[in-house]
């Protein structure tokens, strides 16, 4: 049902970041602002930067629901909200990327290549299917990220400045193409940055806000006689929106007349025409009419009676398919996306050949040397630094990106976040684990451990194991902080459990009781400690010696030496899955806070 989207006073508080020396101070972002967007017309927020043009759209489309309070009417289900970043996924083509909006969003997509067709020929986007995401320009970009929500044939849209970046003329083909969606029945907000007097025209209405106040609500042709009408003449050949932004800006005065003018909102500017001419003549304020002011406050609900609701509300699915379909389509759309990766995957191969390599060089036919305790300590601990720091490395560096999309596509209800995270959890593991066992391959055949299938078999087990934890943090650091934080927050993380991976080895004995409860805590330690009970435990044949004496060349004397003779395999191995499925709740957690 199209109705009107009606929003009072509200008010917008944010918590302003922690600075050293500093308490942290509360920030009031939108005073107290109403309004109406009508149904079926293109509604542009305006206003000078930092006015809160953003947080409004963000408060009123739910993006942001942290510190906003006030009353807002709006069906949020059939909205959809489109971010400035237009983010997509760069490696699939403009056809692909529609596909799975349609095979997500559509209940009965059998007509899908008709849906897909139509919406990419009304937004002009025929020509560049075949072309992948990141070949596209900041206008199709734009256009993508519109086309990709209409496939839901949504009656909301709400664009966080969709012009920004492009020139005038595509700045114009763009609030066109809004203004044309609007004419089968959408409404459409979006904010805007001093638009020019051609694209001005386009709208129907203007919400300008200054300081967190909202100065004027009505059709653009009226901000002339509103403002004259208050003493402000908009000088001839000037734009009237540069000029109540300017005006804005410069003048606190000027924001709390106009202010108060138009009630915060409450009211509406709406032209007076003269019938013969069809000129704008000038101007009426009228109350913004809102029929929530109008609705009869309900009786207060019992908590038995909210229980229900809340069941209720549980069990209807906010999206168009079961979790299981979404799971399937998400899988099958990141194994294209990381197969399609031939860069990252030429670089993956070769990283892993070339380190399983020179790792194998450097350790060549030592694996049986009794002299050379260190140097096999050192080899295991050098395996298990090589798959932690890959695999926490690279989610730090790329997961960020993603998080933002996901967040939008969660919010738009493409998907649910337990697929996606089931989708994200499976879709790596098959190239995980061919990375990983070619580099074990290395570093196991060519120092010269023995040929014994079922030791190598228990040595790749666990290399991938720990390749799977370090995933798990990696990931979670990716999904919690940004790329800059990330990079301090990874080393911060693995350098301890490195300290506590080495800690100990050459006094094994004396180590204090609380600190092996700490080094229980370090993956990198479980680790070490598994590959050097797999390579020399388990009955090990005599290592080599050349001198008349070689201390520890029987295997069973380096594991009493390291004090771990008597330590299972598999209570370690606990442990390791202990903190694969800690860092894997971590990561559901961190996504969900982030996604809400
Ligand atoms: N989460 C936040 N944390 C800290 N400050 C914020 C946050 N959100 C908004 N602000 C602040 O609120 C003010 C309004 O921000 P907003 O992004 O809504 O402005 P805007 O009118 O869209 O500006 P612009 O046109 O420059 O994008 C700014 O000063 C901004 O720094």
Redesign the pocket.
Known sequence: MFRNIEFQEIVYT????WQFGKSRQK?C?LKGVSGVFPQGQLTGIM????????????AISGF?SDGVKGAIKINRKDSCYITQDDLHQPLLTVEEIMSVACELKIKNPVNKATIINDILSSLNLTSRRENTAKQLSGGEKRRLSIALELVANPTVLFL??PTSGLDEVTAAQCVRLLRDLTKQGRTIVC?I?QPSGTVLSLFDQIYV?AK?DCVFQGSPQTIVPFMASHGYNCPKHYNPSDYLIELCDAENEVISNLSEAINNGKSVISPTIDKETNNVIGFDVKNAVMSMLLDTPAPPKSSIVEKMKALKRFLQSDYAHSSLRQFLVLMRMMQTKIYRNRIALGIMLFHHIFCGAILGLIFLNSANDGERMFDHLKFSIAIVFFLSYTQIIVPVLSYPLEVKLVKKECFNRWYGLTPYYLALTFSRIPLQIFFNILFLTLVYWLPGLPMQWWRFGLFSFVGVIISLVAEGLGLTIGSTFSITNGCATGPMILAPMLGLAIYGFDFAAEIPLQMYALMKMSFLRIGVVSIVLITFGYNRDQLDCNYIYCHFDDPKVLLRYLRIEEVSLWHELTFLFGLMITFRVLLYFSLRKRLK
């Open positions: 944010i918590k302003e970041s920030r972002i206003g000078p930067s930092g006015a809160g043009k953003s947080s409004l759209l963000n942001r966080d400045e904010t940055h806000l967190g």
